[in-house]
């Protein structure tokens, strides 16, 4: 098993549907994490450029929320170190009020599967669209207001729907009003974990062309988290395979899906293709890819 680290994206190659990827937005190197007593991460390597969407595909359990938890701040590193956004912030070793102040700003944000466990019941879609806004502090009434409205316009929301409470909402529309929260504090790195497995294809495809979309009107770094291989080819400019714990394998996304070294990336491969009937895996990822594509 090798570590490798994930470089620089390969900007016009047959890699994705990429324009240019910026400059580095989020930094891991070597990074550690135990928990309990067992270490999750074994010195993982992961760049993120702005512009550009890099894919962390594993099955369950190899510790893909894990790093997304760590890049966040939610749980400590033994070793290595994270960087994110244009100021280089080092969000290892923060604690207490500096990791506070750093969430405050809103620099990197983390969208989960389930918006229905990520939402407040109680709380209407205006409200949670602006608690971000509300707890970074500064802002007038006004300004939340056209900040959510703003929010809900990017994710494609009518702002009807503000008054609604996630349970008045389909699963679609609340994954957009997690993507919206996210994007109202202008994030420079989003983090979807899992964001379209709870949904179904219709909405799976909307949710995928919607991250694309912003990914380059934004200029965000965005990280896919997923176990699965066809919504991260989608979009993906390039896949890190993650296997226990440890990078085996990463590069431009057609490269890993044609020529995959790693037999566990093979592995993976194989059982997304058999889940979509054999060949008719590939065709299928081709026709999601061309269809989020020419939609934005
Ligand atoms: N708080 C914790 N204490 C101890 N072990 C934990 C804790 N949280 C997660 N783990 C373990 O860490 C490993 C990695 O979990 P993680 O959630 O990062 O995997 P994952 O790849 O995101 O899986 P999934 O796709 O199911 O979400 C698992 O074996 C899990 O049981």
Known sequence: MSESVVTASR???AAGPVGAAGPVLLTATGIRVRLGR??????VDLSVRSGEVVGLIGETGSGKTTF???ALGLVPTTDGSITVGREGTQVTGLHGSRLRAFRRTGTVQYVFQD???SLDPDLTVGRSVAQGLVLRGGLG???IETGVTEALHAVGLEPELTGRTPGQLSGGQRQRVAIARALAVSPQVLICDEPVSALDAAHRNHVLQLLNGLRRDRDLGLLLISHDLGSVAAVSDRVAVLYRGSIVEEGPTAQVLAQPEHPYTRMLLASAASLHAGDAGAAQRQALR?????ST
Do not use: F, K, M, S
């Open 68 to 70: 997304a938890r760590a």
């Open 115 to 117: 918006p229905l466990r």
């Open 38 to 43: 067992r270490e999750i991460l074994h010195g």
């Open 290 to 294: 061309r269809e989020v594509l020419a």
């Open 11 to 13: 900007p016009g190659t």
């Open 141 to 143: 009434a006004a300004q």
